[in-house]
């Protein structure tokens, strides 16, 4: 039989409880939706009490018994807990609202569904409990032992979790938006579709960890370890990205429309839909597993495959990584060096698929012998007989496809200053000291229009080498150059003037602009180029300045300042 108490006065006096309670035996005694406030429980016993549905506004439970108590669906507004027992307590969709837990024993109390907002917790044990879905907003978590924990869908919004151990944790789905992670551990922590917004992550590993489809933007990653981490789907919006390491993570399908590269976190650079990810993932590797060994003809063959699979993916450009023996078969891996607009996701999928069909084609060959001895023949005299209007085809394949490219764009100074009589002449020695410098680097398409010349480089660094080379041997000559470089998308298009293929696209307009930037003698980079050189050399030091658009580009307008750098060796 239960006791429904209803008068809230009662408790004005402890030793009024005490008595009330011991006349009234072992009889359950129920309290529910009553309001208390400001009153001292402090020292009392409510063990068994059920406390339901109740409003608590700063009051006191100091070292006061809760044992068993059910205090489910109640609310605790500035309620001071130190010491108290609530040992088996039911704490079942309550909610505590800075409240003070400084060495409560919460030993297998039940807390599903309870809200524990911005209160003290830091010498609580959380070790044993349920915190799945649990809520604790800005609670201070220090030093908290969370290690294996899983607090999947748990809201952790602002929470102190500095020098916590959170290594093996599962926070998937869960809400740490502007949380403290300074000096936590993370070890194999699981963050994916988490929300992580304004993390400051700085100078921590957070290697190989997965933030699948977790939201991060304004994080901070400066000198982060990046590498072997998950980012699928993520959202990194407006990141710091200095100094990142990002060798081998997983950046398929990231959202990115801004990030800060710069020391400070400060200038922004902005990106377009997929751009980040065609510009900074790592190079996607296809797999292609066959069932049987290679022979000879279908080795020669790999390279039509390759061919085939660029055709019917424009803009996509493959190269034969390596074909070695497994168990039971083959396999031959492929290297994307250019993924053109795709995802690299949807492009995985859609080089595979093509690519099983051109193996059911190699294994058909084996059958035909005739088909076997005129490839064999081919092959033999394919350079004589084939090379030259190959080349020939490939320029023609390429017309009206898009690649991404590091594009250079140099211009002499005071040239229309020359008088006619060493014009042709210094334009003639111009052209000559190029020439052996653009083919050291490989440039492609060079194109030179007067005293200008435009070329793509298939790296950042290939370009900013050559550059500087240029630079150095063209102001030996006594010739005064400006040098702007971009990299982007660009369209491989014909010339009808020239009969030519040429070069159009923003990258080119971009390195344009910025050759207007620069002064006599100077190199001047976009963003991006920075970041890819730095990650594939430290040979040269590029100092950050703003440069103002003098003709719009793109969506950028006339007059919008830009983010641009200068390049010199070191």
Partial sequence: MSQVL????????????????DSHGKREIVIEDLEFKDLDFSGLDFSNVHLVGCYFDGCYFRNTNLISADLSHSSFDGCDFESAKLIASNLTSAEFKKCNFKEVNLLTAVIDDTSIINSELT????????????????????????????????????????????????????????????????????????????????SMSLKKLNFDGAILKGCDFRDCDLSGSK???ANITNAKLFNAETIGWDIRNIICLAACWDRDGTLKTEYQANEFERIY???????????????????????ILIEHLQACHWGVALRLKSVKDIAGGAMVCLVVEESGNYSLNELEISLKEEASRIQYAQLALRSDRNMQKKLKEAVAGIKEQFWPRLLELAAEHEIDQV????????????????????????LSLFRGLLKPILQRWKASYP????????????????AVECACMIRDVLMAAEYELRIGIDLG?????????????DLEGSAVSMAARLEAMAEAGDIVVSEKVKHYAEQETSEFVFYPQKGQLTKAIGNKRAGDWLNIYHVHRK
């Fill in 6 to 21: 209803t008068d809230p006065g009662f408790f004005t006096k402890p030793e009024n409880w005490q008595r009330w309670r």
């Fill in 123 to 202: 010498k609580v044990d959380l070790q044993s409990f349920n915190l799945i879905g649990i809520t604790l907003d800005l609670c201070d978590l220090r030093e908290q032992n969370l290690a294996g924990k899983d607090m999947t869908n748990a809201s952790l919004k602002r929470v102190d979790l500095r020098g916590a151990n959170l290594s093996k944790a599962i926070l998937n789905g869960a809400n740490l938006s502007d949380c403290l992670l300074n000096n936590a551990e993370i070890k194999d922590t699981q963050f994916k579709g988490s929300n992580l917004s304004n993390v400051d992550f700085s």
């Fill in 231 to 233: 980012l699928n789907r």
């Fill in 281 to 303: 993932a790592e190079s996607l590797v296809i797999e292609l597993k066959y069932d049987f060994r290679l022979t000879a003809n279908e080795i020669a063959t790999l390279p």
């Fill in 403 to 426: 690649r991404n490219f590091s594009v250079i764009f140099i211009d002499l100074k005071d040239f229309t200053q020359w008088s006619e009589g060493v014009v042709s002449e210094k």
């Fill in 447 to 462: 194109n030179m229009e007067g005293d200008s010349l435009r070329a793509t480089f298939r790296s950042a660094k290939a």
């Fill in 489 to 501: 998308q660009v369209s491989i298009v014909h010339n009808e003037v020239t009969n030519q293929s």
